[in-house]
Nanobody
Framework: QVQLQESGPGLVKPSQTLSLICAVS??????????WNWIRQPPGKGLEWIGY???????HYNPTLASRISISRDTSENRITLHLRSVTPEDTAVYYC?????????????WGQGTQVTVSS
């Protein structure tokens, strides 16, 4: 049973970098052909896809956020990191990591519980 657990600061100041970790248990992040995604949901709004890193280390980011995004793998710790630079209050959201099985399928088969991030001075 794969488990995803987000962790990081609940409060970040404007202009700083938000760093979050998605720890994965019950399966390897390098297993074919998983895509490991970050998704967020601002209050009162829908889900917004941030980007992913794949089982092989290939990254792809939402173009609206790409200039501020970095997603990377730590294969020794079996976790995925998100760095979102130059945050503003509009980055306030619940942040999720989620697995896409790949292999020609679509949709997320496992989600973390989400972590609330508030950007405020």
């Amino acid at each position: 049973q794969v488990q995803l657990q987000e962790s990081g600061p609940g409060l970040v100041k404007p202009s700083q970098t938000l760093s979050l970790i998605c720890a994965v248990s019950g399966g390897s992040i390098t297993t074919n052909y998983y895509y490991w995604n970050w998704i967020r949901q601002p209050p009162g709004k829908g889900l917004e896809w941030i980007g992913y890193t794949t089982y092989s280390g290939r990254n792809h980011y939402n173009p609206t956020l790409a200039s501020r995004i970095s997603i990377s793998r730590d294969t020794s710790e079996n976790r995925i990191t998100l760095h979102l630079r130059s945050v503003t209050p509009e980055d306030t959201a619940v942040y999720y990591c989620a697995r896409d099985p790949g292999g020609g399928t679509s949709g997320y088969d496992h989600w973390g519980q989400g972590t609330q991030v508030t950007v405020s001075s």
